[in-house]
């Protein structure tokens, strides 16, 4: 939680009004941490599951353990019907059903629906001792789709799911709506923090990138991933020559990246590929608060900040964002820049 959502140190003080928080987790995270209570949970290779390719539902797998679940962990089902056991409704939650007969269910029903599609599946016996089951027809319906086709045709037959029944650039209902952050037509508004603002307060922009190291946050506590992606055993920041120039900054020096919502400590990254008043952290760095009041692993979301795009649709800002930048000479006020 505290990685993934904008504005770590907000989220924090946010956490910190609940009676008590109570994680499942196989990692010692940031979140797990903050936890009151944490129950450890049996990873995939752990436990059994049944579960389709994730991208194209091309495969089903039959998800088998290969290890004994490391320590005290428990598969998800296993904890959550426990608990239910002790308020007496684990009967409401499995349905009398354990976790290899839920399996079994959902292949039963999965066969049902392949063979409305023409296919013809083994048993689950057969299917879980290969392991796999191939779904290889191709629809050409879908192969050759492209989309809007009877609309381009006969726009009056086959109207859109639209109040005028078209392509809307201008949309009445939105614009009864009434935002003044959101029109009825596309529009620019000015960014709560950009360069463009002549009275910002810190100059220079946060660009949160993916890490081509890692998917997301996933994998960031692997020792053999983070020897290849981090710089002086933080997430790097990349910053121009020039901008390294002027705050006396080198290859591989420790920095702290900072602005009203909190600071962290980054490993400097000097390329030529960025501009002079732009600097890039890729996102994904697992939140490490400590007593000085910043986090030592450089997650970037310490910086966001949690404010939606707009009214109505309230999405992510994150590269909404400007900080500033200074080499870290190991003294930092406690507390000084957003700590919790």
């Known amino acids: 939680l505290f990685t993934r959502h904008q504005d770590s140190n907000r989220a924090a003080i946010a956490l910190r009004k609940l009676d008590a928080i109570i994680t499942l987790e196989p990692f010692w995270t940031s979140q797990a941490k903050f936890s009151d209570i944490v129950l450890p949970v049996a990873i995939q290779p752990e436990r059994a599951d049944i579960e389709f390719a994730n991208s194209t539902n091309e495969y089903l797998f039959a998800i088998k353990p290969l290890v004994k679940p490391y320590g005290e962990s428990k598969s998800d089902f296993w ?47 057969e299917f879980w001792q290969k392991g796999y089951f191939h779904f290889d027809k191709i629809d050409e319906e879908k192969s050759n789709h492209t989309s809007y086709v009877a609309f381009r045709n006969d726009p009056l037959n086959n109207k859109l799911n639209t109040p005028s029944g078209k392509i809307e650039i201008y949309s009445e209902s939105i614009a009864n709506m009434g935002y003044d952050d959101c029109l009825g037509h596309p529009a620019w508004f000015e960014p709560i923090e950009w360069l463009g603002d002549k009275d910002r307060k810190y100059p220079l922009a946060v660009v949160s990138a993916h890490s081509k190291y890692r998917l997301h946050s996933q994998l960031d506590n692997s020792e053999i991933l983070r020897s290849y992606s981090k710089i002086a055993g933080k997430e790097p920041v990349m910053i121009s020559p020039n901008l390294a120039k002027q705050r006396g900054i080198k290859q591989g020096d420790v920095v702290k ?5 909190g600071a962290i400590l980054c490993g400097a990254d000097i390329s030529s590929d960025i501009g002079d008043d732009v600097i890039i952290i890729r996102e994904g760095a697992w939140w490490d608060p400590q007593d000085d009041g910043m986090c030592h692993s450089g997650n ?33 006020e406690n507390g000084a820049y957003g700590g919790v």
């Not at 426990?82 to 684990?90: K, Q, S």
């Not at 349905?95 to 599946?121: H, N, V």
């Not at 966001?304 to 200074?326: E, F, R, Y």
């Open 79 to 125: 904890i959550c019907n426990e608990i239910c056991r002790r308020f007496n409704l684990d009967l409401a939650f499995n349905e009398g059903k354990d976790e290899m007969g839920w399996i079994k269910e959902l292949y039963s029903d999965a066969s049902k629906k392949a063979s409305d599609m023409g296919y013809d599946m083994p048993s689950f016996e």
């Open 257 to 261: 990246v900072f602005n009203d919502r």
């Open 300 to 332: 970037v979301n310490v910086l966001t900040m949690d404010k939606g795009s707009s009214k109505l649709a309230q999405s992510n800002i994150a590269h909404t964002c400007l900080a500033d930048i200074v080499k870290y000479d190991g003294i930092s």
